[in-house]
Every structure is written in structure tokens, then in C-alpha cells.
């Protein structure tokens, strides 16, 4: 296991531009819709879709019953969402809602949250434990493929906050976080087999100390020195890992092998969720929260909830799309 506290990482100031002027409550699963040229995702707490086109910063949101915790694209058109109380199939924006199952959690306490499509078309949900009083977070997977009947499987589960899905450009390395366990892991990925095996952790950060503020003492790269916990996470097509860190005010690249790359400056406290898109494959995008934050902090940040963009050399892993 390696930690970036090994590592002497770079500080990447780069030029974030929100992508709207609109802020959202607390924006999540960004992906980019290479065949639209447009960017998705959603704001939980908001209980809304939306989808920006980014070269007219203008951006039409769908608002839903309850929350949605996360979205993909599907090869036949349309939308899978992936909400508090079941995943849905949406053939066209704004049309019919289709239920594909339910998953088997208490809507009481636990919701969906982050998710994504593996390379063959499954939708992958993780969940959160919202009272974090009994580690109720799983990772399931939904495989619809072919039109057959949906086959849910439990990957992982004793979890407070799952988020952070991704896979390694090779399809052989799946990760997966715990949020407020400060904790990415990693196992191997048997595609075909829809099977992970040989966890490991592939970080471990240091915990949020008790008595933090938000605007307690810098470090000397300036950003806060608690380092955030690990949200939402992308992969670029050299294999690095990309996590927002909320509450850290970045995000981290981290290598294939663990180490801590380079550490990228956010214009708010909480990062949410990155994605990779735009034409080349090479815009930044990261959403960001704005929900149950201070007003002393968003006086401070008056951009939280923004979801921003910024350039950056290695382009990103085209968005996986659900296959039914």
C-alpha cells in the first residue's frame, strides 16, 4: 500500500471556468456524451437531472421524485438512472420512466449514490449508509444485456459511503471508495466473469481531524492541510486515478502504482466528482457541493456548487454506456 503522504506531489494551478452560471446543491456523476457533445449529471439533494452544452454555458435540468445518485448513457439512447428508490431506464430525456429493479437496501437509510457502466454495458450502483451507523454501503451491478431479466450482483459491501467507481484502462482493475472512511480500494477485475478478487487498498488517507474547521491553517501549497476524504473518481487513458477530495479543496492524481502525482487546486472546498470529456478527451470537468455548508465558508467560495472546467494534458476514458 502506498500513501501520498510518500510522496512529494506537484501543485497543478490550473484555469477552472464554471461551465454555467447556474450552482446546484450538491452535483454528482458527471459524464460526458461523446455522441450529444454534452455534459450530464446530477444534484442529489436538488433532486434533478441536467445536461449543459458547454460552448453556450446554458443548461435544462429534469427534476425527479426523489434523489438521483447516479446516471449513465445507454448504447440504444437515453439514460439509466440510478435513484434512492430503484434503477431506471429512460429511453429519451424527459420521457417515460421504466423501472428495471430495485435494489435490496432499506430506503429508509440507504440510497443510491455513485455509479458507472462497465466496458460490457453493466451498471454499477454503489450505496450510502445515511445514518453511518451499521456500514449498510454495497457495490452492485446490474446486467440487463440482450434485453434479459436484470441480474443484480453484490460485489463489496460494509461501507458508509461508496463512490469513487472506476476501472483501469485495461479493464482489469476495478476501484471503489469509502468516503468517510478516507479509503480507496482496488481489486481485480474478471470482466466476463463479473467478478472482483484480490482486494487490496490502494489508499489509505489520514483521518479528518476532530477539531477541523474549514478555514483552519493552510499548508504551504495552500491548500487546507486536512487533505480531504475521497468522493468521486475518473481514470485517464494512462491508467491515472482522479478523486475529488471533499472538503480538501482538489483533486488528486494518483498512478496506477499509488503514488500521489500531482494535486489540482479547486475554486471550492468541496469537490464532488470529476469527469474527462470535451472533444479530445481532454477537458477537466469536476462538480461541486454547496449543500449544508457554511455560510462564513460559501461567503468565502461564492462559486461552491459550481461545476467547473478546466484543460489538461492526458485525456480521459470515454464514458462506458449501459447495454439492454
Not at 485517464?236 to 471533499?246: I, K, R, T
Request: charged letters at 20%.
Amino acid at each position: 500500500m502506498t500513501t501520498p503522504l510518500q510522496t512529494t506531489p506537484q501543485t497543478l494551478a490550473l484555469d477552472w471556468q464554471p461551465v454555467c452560471p447556474d450552482t446546484f446543491q450538491l452535483g454528482e456523476s458527471p459524464f460526458w456524451h461523446p455522441q450529444e457533445q454534452t455534459l450530464y449529471w446530477v444534484d442529489i439533494p436538488g433532486q434533478k437531472l441536467c445536461r449543459a452544452n458547454v460552448y453556450m454555458g446554458t443548461v435544462d435540468s429534469w427534476d425527479m421524485p426523489c434523489e438521483p445518485g447516479c446516471i449513465a448513457p445507454a448504447t440504444s439512447g437515453g439514460l439509466v438512472i440510478a435513484r434512492r428508490d430503484g434503477v431506471f431506464r429512460a429511453r429519451e430525456w424527459r420521457g417515460a420512466l421504466e423501472l428495471i429493479t430495485t435494489l435490496p437496501y432499506d430506503t429508509a437509510a440507504v440510497r443510491a449514490n455513485d455509479g458507472k457502466c462497465d466496458a460490457l454495458g453493466r451498471f454499477w450502483v454503489g450505496t450510502i449508509d445515511e445514518p453511518k451507523a451499521s456500514m449498510a454501503g454495497a457495490l452492485y451491478s446490474i446486467d440487463c444485456r440482450g434485453g434479459r431479466t436484470p441480474l443484480v450482483t453484490q460485489h463489496a459491501g460494509d461501507a458508509l459511503t461508496g463512490n469513487g467507481l472506476g476501472w483501469s484502462p485495461d479493464g482489469r482493475t476495478t476501484y471503489w471508495s469509502d468516503t468517510p472512511n478516507h479509503v480507496i480500494h482496488a481489486w481485480d477485475f474478471g470482466v466476463l466473469a463479473n467478478g472482483l478478487s484480490a482486494h487490496r487498498i490502494f489508499q489509505q488517507l489520514p483521518p479528518k481531524p476532530a477539531d477541523w474547521q474549514w478555514d483552519a491553517p493552510r499548508g504551504t501549497n495552500g491548500l487546507p492541510a486536512y487533505r480531504g476524504r475521497p468522493d468521486g473518481a475518473a481514470v485517464d487513458v494512462e491508467g491515472n486515478y482522479y478523486a475529488a477530495m471533499f472538503e480538501g479543496q482538489r483533486i488528486c492524481k494518483f498512478a496506477p502504482d499509488g503514488r500521489l502525482l500531482a494535486e489540482i487546486p479547486v475554486p471550492a472546498m468541496c469537490p464532488t466528482m470529476p469527469c474527462l470529456g470535451g472533444e479530445d478527451g481532454k477537458a477537466l470537468y469536476v462538480t461541486t457541493a454547496r449543500y449544508k455548508r457554511s455560510a462564513a465558508e460559501l461567503a468565502a467560495f461564492p462559486l461552491s456548487g459550481s461545476v467547473f472546467s478546466t484543460r489538461v494534458d492526458v485525456p480521459g476514458l470515454p464514458v462506458n454506456a449501459f447495454a439492454d
